[in-house]
């Protein structure tokens, strides 16, 4: 009757230690792939940390319409620089005040233009701007210049 009871202890201290390593085991494996997500999430924040993000955007402004571009990002946007589909004859000339030589976090440019001077109301815009992450990022916009 001891032996059975010795091969009973026996067997279930090695299921214990079986179960307690298969556990550990899986711990780790968890805890590795934790540690690589909260890397990678680290990684984008510093991505986006040296990141200038533009927005565009038309509203109203009386009779005129205003044309504002607006750095979103927690970077220092370089060098700006503003392209359209076709000549925009509403706007007040581009080239006097692009290329802009720098626009920080949450500031913004705005162009004062008459809708009523446009040929068409759909127009291609084309940014381009330089930051701490890229140099010559591009982004294109479709608005919609109507009144």
Same mark, same amino acid.
């Given at each position: 009757?001891?032996?059975?009871?010795?091969?009973?202890s026996?067997?279930?201290?090695?299921?214990?230690?079986?179960?307690?390593?298969?556990? +550990?085991?899986?711990?780790?494996?968890?805890?590795?792939?934790?540690?690589? %997500?909260?890397?990678?999430?680290?990684?984008? +924040?510093?991505?986006?940390?040296?990141?200038?993000?533009?927005?565009?955007?038309?509203?109203?402004?009386?009779?005129?319409?205003?044309?504002?571009?607006?750095?979103?990002?927690?970077?220092?946007?370089?060098? %700006?620089? /503003?392209?359209?589909?076709? +000549?925009?004859?509403?706007?007040?000339?581009?080239?006097?005040? /692009?290329?802009?030589?720098?626009l920080?976090?949450?500031?913004?440019?705005?162009?004062?233009?008459?809708?009523?001077m446009?040929?068409?109301?759909?127009?291609?815009?084309? %940014?381009?701007?330089?930051?701490?992450?890229? +140099?010559?990022?591009?982004e294109?916009?479709?608005?919609? %210049?109507?009144?």
């Amino acid at each position: 009757m001891d032996q059975i009871g010795t091969v009973i202890s026996f067997l279930s201290l090695a299921l214990c230690g079986w179960v307690y390593f298969r556990h +550990e085991k899986k711990l780790k494996t968890q805890q590795e792939e934790i540690n690589a %997500l909260q890397l990678d999430r680290m990684l984008k +924040e510093k991505e986006d940390d040296l990141r200038a993000r533009m927005e565009i955007r038309s509203s109203k402004a009386g009779a005129n319409r205003i044309l504002c571009i607006t750095n979103t990002g927690k970077a220092t946007a370089r060098d %700006l620089r /503003f392209a359209c589909s076709e +000549e925009l004859t509403a706007l007040p000339d581009p080239g006097k005040l /692009f290329p802009y030589p720098s626009l920080r976090p949450e500031e913004s440019v705005e162009m004062k233009y008459a809708p009523e001077m446009l040929e068409t109301t759909i127009q291609t815009v084309t %940014l381009e701007w330089d930051d701490d992450l890229k +140099e010559g990022n591009c982004e294109s916009y479709t608005l919609s %210049l109507s009144s």
